[in-house]
C-alpha cells in the first residue's frame, strides 16, 4: 500500500548551515506532495509544496525537490535558524487524505 | 483572518465514556478533516467533510465519528474511550476537497486514564 517514509528520524545541525531533510514515498502515482514542520504544542504548519510536473520550487529559504525517478522528496532549508527546530512531515495529498510520513526532528544549535 | 480553532485543547477522560471534540475552520473553507497523532503511530487519517457530506474515513474503529454543519463547523466523537485513544486530535480545513494548503489547528490533547 501507500506509505510516506523519512531517512533520517533526526537531524542536527549548526545555526547558518543549510538542512536537508529527505522523505522517500511508495506510490508511484502520487502527484501532490507537502512539506509541514509542527513545533512542539502546535498544530502542523504548512511549508511547501510541489505537484509531480515539477522538479523544483523554492519558497523563503526552503526548497523541495522531487525526483519521481527514485520515488525521493527532499526540503532544504537555507541558512538555519534557532526558529526552524521542529518536526518536519513530509506528506502525499490523495483524494481527500494526507497520508504523512513519521517525521523528522530539526534541532539546530545557535 | 482567523486560523482554525479546536475546542478543548485539554482533556481528561475515563475509560469507557464519549468525547466530542470541536474545529471550526478558517471562513470559507467548506472541507475539515479530522487526524490522529500519537507517537507510535504518527498523523493518521480519520474522516474528511466537505458540505456536511462525509466524503472519506480512514482505518478507525466506528467508536469514531464526525459531523460537519451547515457553517462548516465540525465535530468528532469518541464513544466508549480505551487507553490506547489517548491522543492529539486535529483538525486541518482546506478551501476544497484537494487538501491543497490545509490548514491544521493546534489540536486538542484527549487523555484517557
Known amino acids: 500500500g501507500e506509505s510516506v517514509g523519512l531517512h533520517l528520524p533526526t537531524l542536527s545541525v549548526q545555526e547558518g548551515d543549510n538542512s536537508i531533510i529527505n522523505c522517500a514515498y511508495s506510490n508511484s502515482a502520487s502527484d501532490y506532495f507537502i512539506w509541514y514542520k509542527q513545533e512542539s504544542g502546535k498544530g502542523p504548519q504548512f511549508i511547501i509544496d510541489i505537484r509531480s510536473n515539477m522538479d523544483k520550487r523554492q519558497g523563503q529559504r526552503v526548497t523541495v525537490l522531487l525526483n519521481k525517478t527514485v520515488k525521493h522528496l527532499s526540503l532544504q532549508i537555507a541558512a538555519t535558524q534557532p526558529g526552524d527546530s521542529a518536526v518536519y512531515f513530509c506528506a502525499y495529498a490523495g483524494y481527500s487524505t494526507l497520508t504523512f510520513g513519521k517525521g523528522t526532528m530539526l534541532l539546530v544549535s545557535p | 483572518k482567523a486560523g482554525v480553532t479546536q475546542t478543548p485543547r485539554y482533556l481528561i477522560k475515563t475509560r469507557g465514556q464519549q468525547v466530542t471534540l470541536s474545529c471550526s475552520p478558517i471562513s470559507g473553507h467548506r472541507s475539515v478533516s479530522w487526524y490522529q497523532q500519537t507517537p507510535g503511530q504518527g498523523l493518521q487519517f480519520l474522516f474528511e467533510y466537505f458540505s456536511e457530506t462525509q466524503r472519506n474515513k480512514g482505518n478507525f474503529p466506528g467508536r469514531f465519528s464526525g459531523r460537519q454543519f451547515s457553517n462548516s463547523r465540525s465535530e468528532m466523537n469518541v464513544s466508549t474511550l480505551e487507553l490506547g485513544d489517548s491522543a492529539l486530535y486535529l483538525c486541518?480545513?482546506?478551501?476544497?476537497?484537494?487538501?491543497?494548503?490545509?490548514?491544521f489547528g493546534q489540536g486538542t490533547r484527549l487523555t484517557v486514564v
Open positions: 486541518a480545513s482546506s478551501f476544497d476537497r484537494g487538501h491543497t494548503e490545509a490548514f
